[in-house]
């Protein structure tokens, strides 16, 4: 089993930057692909950016490409979300999950464990 837990939310200003963290317990980390997804008020879950086992390949939808970056440290058992340029369109509680599947999805029910969550406001 793996327990994830988020940090790095807050308040920024339209066109600023946020590191999203996520630390993992337990050894298994580097076996499972991990997911960043987020979901606004009034709206269902959705993908943000996935990355896989080895950090090789990453995965991201389109409303935030290149302007967030997944990335993740098997040493230490962490994946990171930097996101810059952010607009106010990305205000909403950003999850991490990890997904003991082969490939990276962008589907939430595919993902097995899940974090608590944290807020993420981005003002005009």
């Known amino acids: 089993q793996v327990q994830l837990v988020e940090s790095g939310g807050g308040l920024v200003q339209a066109g600023g930057s946020l590191s999203l963290s996520c630390a993992a317990s337990?050894?298994?980390?580097?076996?499972?692909?991990m997911g960043w997804f987020r979901q606004a008020p009034g709206k269902e879950r959705e993908f943000v950016a996935a990355?896989?086992?080895?950090?090789?390949?990453?995965y991201y939808a389109d409303s935030v490409k290149g302007r967030f970056t997944i990335s993740r440290d098997n040493a230490k058992n962490t994946v990171l979300l930097q996101m810059n340029s952010l607009k106010p369109e990305d205000t909403a509680v950003y999850y991490c999950?990890?997904?003991?599947?082969?490939?990276?999805?962008?589907?939430?029910?595919?993902?097995?464990?899940w974090g608590q969550g944290t807020q993420v406001t981005v003002s005009s």
């Open positions: 337990g050894r298994t980390f580097r076996t499972y692909s």
């Open positions: 990355i896989i086992r080895t950090g090789t390949i990453t």
């Open positions: 999950a990890a997904d003991r599947g082969v490939v990276i999805s962008r589907r939430p029910e595919t993902y097995d464990y």
